[in-house]
């Protein structure tokens, strides 16, 4: 049979285990976290990079189309 000082020697170490291990999971919890956070950053910033590609290339396209118009309209003159 266990003595009481044992017994007691046993559950202060299960309870620092519980302890170590519970900081363990928060700590692992938020470098999850961590992570998705800069995934979700990384995703919105290259979706507003491709956005502004996009729209720089529209741009372009438009102004070639307005030049043309213009060589076209002189041509005709």
Do not use: Y
Not at 31 to 60: H, L, M, P, T, Y
Request: aromatic fraction near 4%; proline fraction near 0%.
């Amino acid at each position: 049979m266990k003595s009481f000082a044992s017994f007691q020697e046993d559950l202060t170490d299960r309870r620092q285990q519980a302890l170590q291990k519970q900081k363990a999971q928060k700590q692992k919890s938020a470098e999850n976290a961590a992570q998705s956070r800069a995934a979700f950053e990384k995703q919105v910033s290259d979706g507003i990079e491709q956005k502004k590609k996009r729209q720089q290339k529209e741009r372009e396209r438009e102004e070639i189309k307005r030049e043309v118009k213009a060589e076209l309209s002189q041509e005709e003159e």
